[in-house]
């Protein structure tokens, strides 16, 4: 049961966690459609963008989340790259290439007129979803584990409650020769549906 409370938060919040990337992920691909316009509108081809590598690095510095940025051609052909993933994704000029696994966000880059000249792509750092899931994981054991410790420690003392006390209680009925101290013990023990109750008044039958 735990382990399936577990499993099942964990799934929720990978999800929830991935869709935090994915929407950050989506911010900095806008941000950076936004640059690439300007350019664009400036007169320049998208190939002619200069030191525009530095750019996709800055931004790969600034943001955890980020795993690499790149902008793609209108034929898939890489034209620029931030240089700390560039040995996974290929050199510039192959054709992009993106695993079934990864987690990215996509935008074109049209010019003024509509004309399709390529994609930005960002791709989202997959570690830190694992990372955030694996502590989540831990959290939930840590807190189960309280719980268990809290719900035996209340079953004991509800077991002392219901039978260790009136047994003590009986005892000192039983042990008692003060016979008004004896009535007075007796009535809470007396009123029990239960052996304690049995004993108590079979004890004062004698």
């Known amino acids: 049961s735990g382990s399936f409370i577990q499993y099942t938060a964990s799934g929720e919040y990978r999800a929830r966690y991935q869709k935090l990337l994915l929407d950050e992920g989506q911010l900095v691909a806008r941000e950076l459609s936004l640059k690439v316009k300007r350019l664009l509108d400036l007169g ?20 955890d989340k980020i795993h690499h940025v790149l902008i793609a051609g ?10 700390q993933q560039a040995h996974a994704f290929g050199a510039i000029g192959s054709q992009l290439e993106l695993a079934g696994g990864e987690l990215f966000v996509e935008l074109p880059i049209v010019n003024s007129v509509g004309n399709y000249l390529g994609r930005i792509v960002v791709l989202i750092n997959q570690e830190l979803i694992d990372v955030e899931v694996s502590y989540l994981g831990q959290k939930i054991q840590h807190y189960s584990l309280i719980g268990l410790v809290v719900a035996v420690s209340l079953l004991v003392w ?10 003590t209680r009986l005892l000192e009925h039983i042990q008692s020769t003060d016979l008004e101290q004896r009535n007075h013990r007796s009535q809470k023990l007396l009123s029990r549906r239960d052996e304690i109750g049995e004993v108590t008044r079979a004890f004062d039958a004698l």
């Open 158 to 167: 509800l077991l002392w409650y219901q039978f260790g006390r009136p047994t």
């Open 74 to 83: 209108n034929h898939g052909e890489i034209l620029y790259q931030a240089r």
């Open 44 to 63: 320049l081809y998208l190939e002619e963008f200069h030191r525009f590598d530095h750019q996709l690095d800055r931004i790969v510095d600034a943001n």
